[in-house]
């Protein structure tokens, strides 16, 4: 399902299945998953085949940096613009910080306007830009977005 996902939103650059299979069983971070519950009238899913996922992120934990890494991140076609991708950042944002990371950085096109949007109306700002980086090679824009701390629990 990720990977058919996967395919729908990237041209170029994809992650594979070993990728995930790595990033979820391996790699030291978080894949968050947003699925559409069964039975929810609002869009397509047949009530008999259980929760579907319908949006991913891949975040990376890496030694030698505060920073945790999204390397990758969709919503499957049907279900854009309904919010999902708003809510899966904020969520892969409040495990970074439980992960005590500093923030979050992350490569987009230079041409992937949504995206852009997305990200720039949830308080990521440009750093960098990486010529030529991509398969086709497109820009990426580097954009980083600091994370509050989390307090620590009181008793
Ligand atoms: C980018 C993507 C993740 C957005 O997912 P989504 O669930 O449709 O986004 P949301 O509905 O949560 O929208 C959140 C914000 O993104 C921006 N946005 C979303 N769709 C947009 C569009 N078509 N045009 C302009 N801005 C848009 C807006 O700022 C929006 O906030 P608003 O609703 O208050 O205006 C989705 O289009 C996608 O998977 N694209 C292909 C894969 C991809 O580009 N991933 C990012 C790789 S770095």
């Known amino acids: 399902m990720l990977l058919a996902i996967e395919e729908q939103s990237f041209a170029t650059d994809r992650m594979t299945r070993r990728n995930f299979r790595y990033a979820i069983l391996k790699a030291k971070g978080v894949v968050l998953v947003a699925e559409r519950q069964a039975g929810d009238r609002s869009g397509d899913c047949p009530s008999d085949i259980g929760n579907r996922p319908v949006a991913y992120g891949v975040l990376g934990f890496h030694a030698g940096t505060p920073f945790a890494r999204l390397t990758s991140f969709a919503v499957e076609s049907d279900s854009r613009g309904r919010g999902i991708a708003r809510r899966l ?9 439980a992960h005590g990371c500093a923030g979050i950085r992350l490569e987009v096109r230079a041409d992937n306007a949504v995206a852009i949007a997305l990200y720039t109306a949830a308080g990521y700002r440009r750093f960098a830009v990486y010529p030529a980086y991509y398969e086709d090679d497109m820009a990426a824009l580097r954009l980083e977005k600091p994370l509050a701390a989390l307090s620590p629990a009181t008793s």
Not at 89 to 97: H, I, K, P, W
């Open 89 to 97: 950042l904020s969520a892969l944002e409040d495990a970074a910080a």
